[in-house]
């Protein structure tokens, strides 16, 4: 996904993160944190750089996207996922967006 953030994402029932970045045309598994750092578990080719993503929960468990340049629809099969033992299993994503002003109070020293 680097060098740029993710563009979409989702969070499945098997507990694991799927996310799409901007630029590279792929999808990303992460299993939670076991620490201060979330596993990637897996990168897929899929062809859909810069959108963002939904999960089809059927039988066939699907990956759905859209290309940004030429504006088609996308579906992947969802390939069997590794995860490591000992990584626990997402069941929420939870946080708060913050704004500058927010943040104000930050500064380099009481970052780390």
Known sequence: MQPYAASGGALDADGLLYLSGHDKPEFNVLAAPNGTQADLCGDHPM??????????????????GISRYSSETRTLKIPPVSVPSGFPRLIEVNFVLKTPDDLSHLTPANLT
């Open 47 to 64: 062809g859909i750089e810069g959108q963002a993503i939904v999960l089809d929960d059927s039988a066939e468990r699907m990956v759905i």
